[in-house]
């Protein structure tokens, strides 16, 4: 596990690279079922061709064209070693509001016998932004930004943390012939008083998608989440995760497979889910400037 103080040292340092960096080189969007993009922006690429970001923990840096839509859509069957089975239904709906960003917006629907007020519950809404700041770059490959803010809008009991949370995550992604590598490494503060919550809380990934033949993929990931402190901390957790992939067309993507525990007390789990690009969903001029938006 990376303590803290390690993470904090490692956001610190890709910050401080991030700066002096080259802004206008090739970005490669994270599919592991196609091939490598060669282009030097989000408008010379299909802006119809998903990106996924499922079925793994970790996101890339590449980010959805200005003006489409692309709904990310996943069920997860959860199994604790106690027996205790629970059910989350992930849901990341992402537009792109320019060349270079893109706006998510996060909620789970999750089943748990032990939620108050009834079986189903609609968890906590997270808005974030992700800032597309390096393309190609030495070292770091494409790197982006997405800080977030998690809303205490759970509809029952449970459902969420009842807390307001600020997270930050840097997102570095790099082509490896035809295996799409992408690391991210982030924390999260969140407000109260640590007795139902930890105050802080880290997250640590490594994902590699990659073709096995035509449509088929393949997604594998090591991720982790460091120990917390306080009233209700825990242990640290790292967990491994397998599964296919499968490009139905273009702007179609399906996913599936398993969540294996290595350390600590992550459920063992099963997944399935899609990627759905619905195409330019703003009125089509905006659409076709995408090049007008620039982070220089």
């Not at 709904?71 to 537009?95: C, H, M, Q, V, Y």
Request: some cysteine.
């Amino acid at each position: 596990m990376y303590p803290t103080s390690f993470l904090n040292a490692c956001a610190f340092a890709l910050a401080l690279l991030a700066i002096p960096l080259d802004l206008g080189a090739q970005v490669v969007a994270k599919n592991p079922v196609a091939p490598a993009e060669s282009t030097k922006d989000s408008t010379a690429r299909d802006p119809h061709a998903v990106q996924p970001e499922r079925p793994t923990v970790a996101t890339h840096a590449g980010t959805v064209a200005r003006g489409f839509l692309e709904l990310e859509e996943g069920g997860e069957w959860d199994k604790a070693s106690d027996g205790t089975r629970t059910f989350l239904a992930p849901t990341n709906l992402k537009i792109g509001l320019g060349s270079r960003t893109q706006l998510n917006l996060l909620l789970n629907i999750i089943s748990d016998r032990a939620l108050g007020g009834g079986f189903f519950a609609a968890g906590d809404i997270t808005v974030g932004v992700k800032f597309r700041i390096a393309d190609d770059a030495p070292i770091l490959g494409d790197l982006a930004l997405l800080p977030a803010i998690k809303l205490p809008t759970a509809s029952q009991s449970g459902a969420g943390t009842g807390t307001t949370d600020f997270s930050l995550l840097l997102i570095s992604s790099h082509q490896l012939g035809p295996v799409a590598m992408d690391l991210n490494i982030g924390q999260t503060r969140r407000g109260g008083d640590g007795t139902s919550t930890p105050k802080r809380a880290s997250v640590w990934t490594a994902s590699f998608g990659f073709p096995v033949s035509g449509p088929l993929g393949a997604a594998v990931e090591l991720f982790g989440y460091p120990r917390t402190t306080g009233p209700v901390g825990a242990k640290g957790i790292a967990a491994l995760l397998i599964g296919p992939t499968y490009l139905v067309r273009e702007w179609l993507a399906l996913d599936a497979g398993i969540i294996a525990p290595l350390t600590g007390p992550q459920p063992k789990a099963a997944y399935t889910g899609f990627v759905w690009n619905f195409g330019c969903v703003v009125p089509g001029r905006f659409c076709r400037r995408q090049s007008s938006f620039s982070f220089r």
